[in-house]
């Protein structure tokens, strides 16, 4: 019988270079993975942990809970494997349900055959045992099935989630070239911010990032915004189980006094659509939005962040300016920046070196498939001479490409 308190695999998946900060925050939430690999990590626990695990990552993409592991050459096969499974204990015979696949096995060439073959296997299960059958589509607002199938070796998973957790749900409006929530997320926790100095985000577009730096700051989690999961719609599921991690994890938010979050874009509009992000977020009283070139946006004294990121440039004509737009960056940084380490998230590495300033770190990132690095830069304060002689000492470190 399936029960919301067995023990099982649990793999939690992620964008390809996320996987540290899924680990990490996997691990304060009390857990420690068995395996950590390029699209993610694996633990053991229960659906109960699936729950905790959902309402609380804000860099992961799924959360799949393992059902059983076989052996399957093809298609056929594959079939009467899945057909002998008990789904009449997990799915609800007047219910909903999806399946999705990650398939290598050189006897498919078409994913979505798969797909309609789990379908089947299951419904036909599920017609013999109770005489009726749930309905199935492509939405994943329902329970979601994963097949996992490389070569012979085939894994089938409850998906706890349903729609990928790396949509953080707050986003009314995404704007021109959005980044995706958890990869903003991802990106803020990688910085050296210590969640309590200023962060300052010129160029904030519709404010994903300085929004993801908000949450990052009160530790408000990404399940405030979402109310439906793919483990609601299986049997045995009890709203207490969800609502007890909700609350928990709501009681969890603080209050940062003096947090100061500036976000400005040279466009109206852009502040205005990440003005609406931010409400829907929950942080817009804690965000400082304004509408100004980069060169003119308020830099407050002391020590914090300073984060850009700049559009990349797909034409000649573009990128000819923007050389000069980095090269701007640059000089704002190291002129107005003194005390910050600043940030620049890039897709284009040729402009990163328009920048003019040496990287401490440059750290390693995927946007879609876009090969992209957030640049770190210490900027030192006081005189030329003693930024130069921090600059010599840095530059004796080992950067990553």
């Known amino acids: 019988m399936f029960s919301f308190s067995n023990t099982s695999r649990i793999i939690v998946t992620c964008n390809k270079r996320l996987t540290p900060y899924v680990q990490q925050e996997v691990e304060e939430l009390g ?41 399957a050459r093809d298609a056929e096969r594959l079939y009467q494997l899945i057909i002998n499974y008990p789904w009449e204990n997990l799915l ?28 089947d296997a299951i419904v036909d299960r599920m017609r013999r045992q109770t005489g009726k059958r749930p309905d199935s589509g492509s939405e994943l607002d329902g329970a979601v099935i994963h097949l996992y199938w490389k070569d012979n070796d085939a894994e089938i998973f409850l998906d706890t989630s349903g729609e990928t957790l790396s949509k953080h749900g707050y986003r009314k409006i995404p704007g021109r070239a959005p980044m995706l929530e958890a990869l903003a997320a991802s990106t803020v926790m990688a910085t050296k911010w210590d969640r309590t100095s200023p962060f300052v985000n010129p160029m904030c577009g519709s404010g994903t990032v300085a929004i993801e730096a908000a949450l990052l700051a009160t530790n408000r989690r990404p ?14 599921y009890e709203d207490d189980l969800y609502k ?6 709501k009681r969890k938010i603080k209050e940062v006094p003096g947090l100061k979050i500036i976000a400005t874009d040279i466009r109206q509009d852009a502040v205005n659509i990440a003005g609406i992000n931010a409400k829907a977020a929950g942080v817009d009283q804690l965000i400082e939005f304004a509408r100004s ?23 000649m004509g573009e990128l000819a300016e923007l050389e000069i737009t980095y090269k701007r960056i640059g000089d704002f940084m190291k002129q107005q920046c003194q005390g910050y380490t600043g940030y620049i998230f890039t897709g284009n590495l040729e402009l990163a070196k328009k920048i003019g300033l040496k990287a401490k770190r440059r750290i390693e990132f995927y946007n879609a498939k876009l090969d992209c690095r957030l640049f770190e830069y210490e900027l030192y304060a ?16 080992a950067d990553s490409n």
């Open 31 to 71: 857990y420690f993975p068995e395996r950590v690999f390029q699209t993610g990590v694996e633990l053991m626990g229960t659906v109960k942990d699936c729950i905790r695990l959902n309402i609380n990552l804000r860099c992961a993409s799924q959360v799949l809970f393992s059902l059983k592991e076989f052996k």
């Open 92 to 119: 609800d015979n007047d219910g909903y349900f999806s399946v999705t696949s990650n398939v290598s096995n050189p006897t498919i060439n078409n994913e979505l055959f798969v797909n309609v073959k789990v379908k």
């Open 223 to 236: 399940g405030l915004f979402r109310k439906n999961y793919s483990f609601m719609h299986v049997i045995g």
């Open 244 to 249: 007890n991690e909700w609350d928990k994890m």
């Open 293 to 315: 070139d980069f060169e003119r946006t308020n830099i407050p004294s002391g020590n914090g962040v300073i984060y850009f990121n700049p559009e990349y440039g797909e034409r």
């Open 382 to 397: 006081g005189s030329k001479e003693n930024r130069k002689e921090a600059g010599n000492t840095e530059s004796n470190g």
